[in-house]
């Protein structure tokens, strides 16, 4: 079940981060960037992770995309630069290396689905089967979120204040 | 070698993970505009996120929402939790802090009339 759709949807993305990456017109690399969010979404969706695909269809596609529109239109909507200067050595040299070191851990990562890898044996069963009686929440992610950890999320609504305010007072008009 | 490499094989979140992580990383060094610079920064943080919740499926069991509230839970049947819950805040910061950096954008194109680097650099000087 789990290498049956995978194979495609990860190409998916893969292809569609490729071209918000290298399309020249910067908006169309903002929609290609939206549509990359809507297939992360979905392979979220399909491992299981539903609430983590709602919150990134609608904040990640749906808002993220309307605020680079905003700011494409507000100000150049072209890569005025066509040709670049190829990379320097030091970057040719780190990020193959950088490649290679991360894909070296692959040995000692826990296999893809694996239901006994250390992060699913160790306190996750606990939330999981007591989480209705202290809670009496269905949604285990909503009882984590809003009750166990529900400081966090008040720490997250002010970070997401403090930004609030930060675009404010950069985009005054009198600035 | 052989080892590692087909352990790379049979884990392609991993691979997926290391290709946009470091071709955003490489695109927010070398590209000179700066929305560019901020699709790059899009792009590795969706894919650390990425990461994180491909660790919490389970092979077999389902989304975390519980069947019923009588019956007793098997811990088993259902992915882990834990990894949603983070990567929803993390998300949520990621576009906040995103959509600061495009209003510093908006804010550095309204003084130098330019969103490309070096032009930046030459009006400043």
Redesign the interface.
């Known amino acids: 079940m789990i290498f049956s759709f995978e194979i495609p949807l990860l190409l998916l993305l893969l292809v569609t981060a490729a071209g918000a990456i290298l399309v020249k017109d910067l908006i169309s690399a903002v929609l290609l960037l939206g549509s990359y969010s809507f297939f992360l979404a979905l392979v979220w969706a399909w491992l299981g992770a539903v609430d983590v695909a709602f919150v990134e269809a609608v904040v990640g596609a749906g808002l993220g995309t309307v605020l680079f529109l905003l700011t494409l239109f507000g100000t150049a909507p072209k890569d005025t630069r066509l040709r670049r200067p190829p990379p320097s050595l030091v970057t040719l040299i780190v990020f193959p290396l950088l490649g290679v070191l991360l894909l070296f851990t692959a040995n000692d990562l826990p296999e893809f689905g694996d239901p006994n890898s250390p992060a699913s044996v160790h306190i996750s069963p606990t939330y999981i089967e007591q989480s209705y009686q202290e809670t009496h929440t269905l949604n285990v992610v909503t009882s984590v979120l809003m009750d166990y950890r529900s400081l966090d999320t008040m720490g997250e609504t002010v970070v997401i204040f403090a930004a609030g305010i930060a675009c404010a007072l950069l985009l005054r008009r009198n600035a | 070698m052989v ?2 490499f087909s ?2 094989i ?7 993970f ?10 927010m ?5 700066l ?2 610079k ?3 920064m ?2 590795v943080q ?1 894919s650390v ?2 990461f994180l ?14 069947f019923s ?1 009588t019956e ?2 098997q ?2 049947n ?8 983070l ?3 993390a ?10 950096g ?6 550095i ?2 003084r130098y009339g ?3 680097e ?1 032009e930046i650099i030459e009006r400043l000087e």
């Open positions: 080892d590692t352990a790379v049979q884990r392609p979140n991993l691979l997926t290391v290709i946009i992580f470091l071709w955003g990383f490489y695109i060094v070398t590209r000179y505009n929305v560019k901020l699709i790059g899009y792009l969706t996120i990425y919740v491909s660790i919490s499926a389970k092979k077999g069991a389902t989304v975390p929402i519980l509230a007793s839970v811990a088993a259902y992915a882990n939790p834990l990894p949603h819950v990567t929803l805040t998300i949520v910061v990621g576009v906040a802090t995103t959509g600061v495009l209003a510093l954008c908006a804010a194109y309204r330019s969103l490309d070096q």
